[in-house]
């Protein structure tokens, strides 16, 4: 386990994203946070819809996201409303292999998400998926930040 000194950050879903807590450290174990060493996909992306629709829009969108969530292979799937431009919404969500992304995409929760929000106004998305096939902490064990990659990949 890494620690991490600065942010402890608590998860929010569907409202605000992330929100700081207070200035302690906590220790993540990223080898297990990324799926245990295995490719994880990542979605990342913004949708567009009706400003006047977006509370909304994340309360039809909660049980889908709770849905998804507890499909085979899912890591993480968050809506966040982005504080900055009104009617946008912010996608993340990891999948550890394609299989589980594949079966994602045919599932209930995946079909309905499409649908219901069509129906908020969509004016627009921009959503990647990524393969990813290294990860490690951003902090190393002195607890500062490193934009290098310093740990050994094997």
Same mark, same amino acid.
């Given at each position: 386990?890494? #620690?991490?000194? $600065?942010?402890?950050?608590?998860?929010?879903?569907?409202?605000? $994203?992330?929100?700081?807590?207070?200035?302690?450290?906590?220790?993540?174990?990223?080898?297990?946070?990324?799926? $245990?060493?295995?490719?994880?996909?990542?979605?990342?992306?913004?949708?567009?819809?009706?400003?006047?629709?977006? &509370?909304? &829009?994340?309360?039809?969108?909660?049980?889908?996201?709770?849905?998804?969530?507890?499909?085979?292979?899912? /890591? =993480?799937?968050?809506?966040?409303?982005? #504080? /900055?431009? #009104?009617?946008?919404?912010?996608?993340?969500?990891?999948?550890? =292999?394609?299989?589980? /992304?594949?079966?994602?995409?045919?599932?209930?929760?995946?079909?309905?998400?499409? =649908?219901?929000?069509?129906?908020?106004? /969509?004016? $627009? &998305?921009?959503?990647?998926?990524?393969?990813?096939?290294?990860?490690?902490?951003?902090?190393?064990?002195?607890?500062?930040?490193?934009? =290098?990659?310093?740990?050994?990949?094997?």
């Amino acid at each position: 386990m890494q #620690p991490v000194r $600065g942010w402890l950050f608590r998860r929010v879903r569907y409202r605000v $994203g992330w929100l700081p807590l207070d200035n302690n450290t906590i220790n993540i174990d990223a080898s297990s946070s990324f799926g $245990g060493g295995r490719m994880t996909i990542i979605i990342s992306g913004t949708i567009d819809i009706d400003s006047a629709q977006m &509370a909304a &829009a994340m309360e039809a969108g909660r049980p889908l996201i709770e849905g998804a969530l507890t499909e085979s292979g899912c /890591l =993480d799937y968050d809506w966040c409303p982005d #504080p /900055l431009n #009104p009617g946008r919404i912010r996608v993340f969500e990891r999948w550890v =292999d394609e299989a589980s /992304l594949a079966s994602h995409f045919e599932s209930r929760w995946y079909l309905e998400m499409r =649908d219901t929000i069509g129906s908020f106004g /969509l004016r $627009g &998305a921009a959503v990647l998926k990524y393969r990813v096939d290294h990860h490690e902490p951003v902090y190393d064990d002195s607890g500062a930040p490193r934009a =290098d990659f310093f740990t050994d990949p094997a």
